[in-house]
């Protein structure tokens, strides 16, 4: 496609996006425990999408959501599963592919 054409559309449509998390990376991406303290390590709150993530990160792409015009819907995070950490237990960044690969996230 050319780029030419693209770049007059208004929109490309309303994606939605779906982000496997593989770790907390603090000050840039974490969650808080059930005092506000902010985690360092992921624990039990890791596995509950109720708990939020919050971060630079979070902020960062919450903005491009906002300024998206349209084009990105929404944003939504999840954890990796059990079963790709089984699979992958060397790396969290590859068992969250794994996930991703799988179409769970």
Same mark, same amino acid.
């Given at each position: 496609?050319?780029?030419?054409?693209?770049?007059?559309? !208004?929109? /490309?449509?309303?994606?939605?996006?779906?982000? &496997?998390?593989?770790?907390?990376?603090?000050?840039?991406? +974490? #969650?808080?425990?059930?005092?506000?303290?902010?985690?360092?390590?992921?624990?039990?709150?890791?596995?509950?999408?109720?708990?939020?993530?919050?971060?630079?990160?979070? !902020?960062? /792409?919450?903005?491009?959501?906002?300024?998206? &015009?349209?084009?990105?819907?929404?944003?939504?995070?999840? +954890? #990796?599963?059990?079963?790709?950490?089984?699979?992958?237990?060397?790396?969290?960044?590859?068992?969250?592919?794994?996930?991703?690969?799988?179409?769970?996230?």
């Amino acid at each position: 496609e050319d780029w030419l054409s693209v770049l007059e559309r !208004d929109s /490309v449509g309303a994606v939605e996006i779906k982000a &496997n998390v593989p770790a907390y990376q603090k000050p840039m991406l +974490y #969650k808080r425990d059930g005092d506000g303290v902010i985690l360092a390590t992921p624990g039990e709150e890791y596995y509950n999408n109720s708990v939020p993530y919050e971060g630079v990160y979070i !902020d960062y /792409v919450s903005d491009l959501v906002r300024i998206s &015009n349209g084009d990105i819907q929404d944003i939504s995070y999840t +954890y #990796k599963s059990m079963g790709s950490v089984a699979m992958h237990p060397s790396s969290h960044y590859t068992a969250a592919v794994q996930d991703i690969e799988n179409g769970l996230a």
